[in-house]
């Protein structure tokens, strides 16, 4: 089947710094991608997404970028706050007629004052 | 705020026993989906309902896992005889409308536990 990667499961990040996460997709015929954020205990929170004949969408502190040419999403997000820390999951979708996304396993990031 | 519910929050059979988890989608969506979440990995599609049509079951992993939403709404995912691997949570989200692309609001799972 098709795979959605995390380049790093764990991230750790200093309270007012930056935090970027990175994904690599395989599905070329995924037509927008989606970033989720899910806390402890939590069903998986919509955070941005980006389709896919854009680079760039900004929203409140985060900044997605889309690098379809290596198949690569990042998922900026700025001065981070104790309340990000979440494991974070991007999930193409768009390949079928439904909407289903598919998830990778996720990237915790942990937030240290 | 009318979310995405689902019920139980934490079921715990013993392997072999059925299971039955219910999901009460936001008012009006079309579109409604069941995921399963193990342990440290992210959802894995199970299964999509557009109104009370099951138009993807491709994701459920054997015939043990039946779903159904007969009027369009609530949906429950029954899992038979349960088996230790089928230990995870169970997410359900629905969305506005069916297609390819509408945002998916996900409830806060379910915990299955098989002993």
């Known amino acids: 089947g098709e795979s959605v990667g995390l380049h790093l499961p764990t991230l750790s990040v200093q309270e007012g710094d930056n935090s970027i996460i990175n994904c690599a997709y395989s599905?070329?015929?995924?037509?927008?991608f989606i970033w989720y954020k899910q806390e402890s205990g939590k069903g998986p929170q919509f955070i941005i997404d980006i389709r896919s004949n854009m680079d760039k969408r900004q929203g409140q502190r985060v900044t997605v970028l889309l690098n379809k040419t290596v198949k690569h999403l990042s998922l900026q997000i700025a001065a981070t706050q104790p309340g990000d820390s979440a494991v974070y999951f991007c999930?193409?979708?768009?390949?079928?007629?439904?909407?289903?996304?598919?998830f990778g396993a996720g990237t915790q990031v942990v937030v240290t004052p | 705020g009318a979310g995405v519910s689902q019920s139980p929050r934490y079921k715990v059979a013993k392997r072999g026993q059925d299971v039955a988890l219910r999901c009460d989608p936001i008012?009006?969506?079309?579109?409604l989906f069941w995921y399963q979440q193990a342990l440290g990995q992210g959802p894995e599609f199970l299964t999509y309902f557009q109104n009370e049509a099951q138009l993807d079951k491709s994701g459920l992993p054997s015939d043990r896992f039946f779903a159904e939403r007969p009027e369009g709404s609530v949906s429950t995912l029954k899992i038979q005889r349960t088996q230790q691997e089928d230990s995870a949570v169970y997410l359900c989200?629905?969305?506005?409308?069916?297609?390819?692309?509408?945002?998916?609001?996900f409830g806060p799972g379910t915990r299955l536990t098989v002993l």
């Open positions: 999930a193409p979708g768009g390949a079928d007629s439904w909407g289903k996304l598919q």
């Open positions: 989200a629905s969305s506005r409308q069916g297609g390819s692309y509408n945002e998916q609001f």
């Open positions: 599905n070329s015929a995924s037509d927008y």
């Open positions: 008012s009006g969506h079309v579109s």
